[in-house]
C-alpha cells in the first residue's frame, strides 16, 4: 500500500525567511497531493493541493511543487510570519482508493519574530 | 455553509467499554472518512463511507466500526476500549468517493481512555 514519508519533523525559522518541507510517496498511482495545516487544538485546515496532472501550483505565498517521477511533492513557504506556525501534514490519495488519504508524520514549524 | 461537526468534542470511557462518536458531513456531502490521529502515529485512516456503505477500510482490528445514516450522517463505534485508543477521532466530509476530492475536517473528538 501507499507509504508517505515528510522531511524534516521539525523546521525552525526567522519571520521574513521561506520553509521548505519534503514529502515523498511509494504509490506510482497516486494522483492527489493535499497539504493541511493544524494548530495546536484545532481541526487539520486544507491550505493547497495539487493533482497529478500539474507540476506546481502557487497561492499567494503558498507554493506546491509535485515530481512524478521522482515521487516527491513539496511545500514552500514563502515571506513567513509568526501565524504560519503550526504541523504541516501532507498527503497523497490514490485513484482506486476512494477518500483514503495516507499522510505523512507531519512537520512541526516554528516561526521566530 | 456550516462546516464538519463532531459530537462528542471529549470523552472519558474505561477500558472494556464502548463507545459511538458522531460526524455530520458539511450540506451536501456524501462521503465521510475517519481518521485516529495520535502522537506516536500521526494521522491514520480508519474507514469511508459512501452512499450508506462502506468503501474503504484501514488497518485496524475490527473492534473499530462505522456506518453512515441515509442523511450522510456517519458514525464509529469502538468496542471493547483498549488504553491505547485513546486519541482524537478526526472525521472528514467530501462531496462525492472519489481520488480527487478535497476532504475537509471536522473539530474531533478526543477520547481519554484510563
Known amino acids: 500500500g501507499e507509504n508517505v514519508e515528510q522531511h524534516p519533523s521539525t523546521l525552525s525559522v526567522q519571520e521574513g525567511d521561506s520553509a521548505v518541507i519534503k514529502c515523498t510517496y511509494s504509490?506510482?498511482?497516486?494522483?492527489?497531493f493535499p497539504w493541511y495545516k493544524q494548530e495546536l487544538g484545532k481541526r487539520p485546515q486544507l491550505i493547497i493541493d495539487?493533482?497529478?496532472?500539474?507540476g506546481e501550483k502557487k497561492d499567494q505565498r503558498i507554493a506546491v511543487t509535485l515530481n512524478k517521477t521522482a515521487k516527491h511533492f513539496s511545500l514552500h513557504i514563502t515571506e513567513t510570519q509568526p501565524e504560519d506556525s503550526a504541523v504541516y501534514f501532507c498527503?497523497?490519495?490514490?485513484?482506486?482508493?476512494?477518500?483514503?488519504?495516507?499522510f505523512g508524520q507531519g512537520t512541526e514549524l516554528s516561526v521566530k519574530p | 455553509k456550516a462546516g464538519v461537526t463532531q459530537t462528542p468534542r471529549y470523552l472519558i470511557k474505561t477500558r472494556g467499554q464502548q463507545v459511538t462518536l458522531s460526524c455530520s458531513p458539511i450540506?451536501?456531502?456524501?462521503?465521510v472518512s475517519w481518521y485516529q490521529q495520535t502522537p506516536g502515529q500521526g494521522l491514520q485512516f480508519l474507514f469511508e463511507?459512501?452512499?450508506?456503505?462502506?468503501?474503504n477500510k484501514g488497518n485496524f482490528p475490527g473492534r473499530f466500526s462505522g456506518r453512515q445514516f441515509s442523511n450522510s450522517r456517519s458514525e464509529m463505534n469502538v468496542s471493547t476500549l483498549e488504553l491505547g485508543d485513546s486519541a482524537l477521532y478526526l472525521c472528514?466530509?467530501?462531496?462525492?468517493?472519489?481520488?480527487?476530492?478535497?476532504?475537509?475536517f471536522g473539530p474531533g473528538t478526543r477520547l481519554l481512555v484510563l
Open positions: 504509490d506510482s498511482a497516486s494522483n492527489y
Open positions: 450540506s451536501g456531502h456524501r462521503s
Open positions: 472528514a466530509s467530501s462531496l462525492i468517493s472519489g481520488s480527487e476530492e478535497t476532504q475537509y
Open positions: 463511507y459512501f452512499s450508506e456503505t462502506q468503501r
Open positions: 495539487i493533482r497529478s496532472n500539474v
Open positions: 498527503a497523497a490519495r490514490t485513484y482506486n482508493q476512494g477518500g483514503k488519504l495516507i
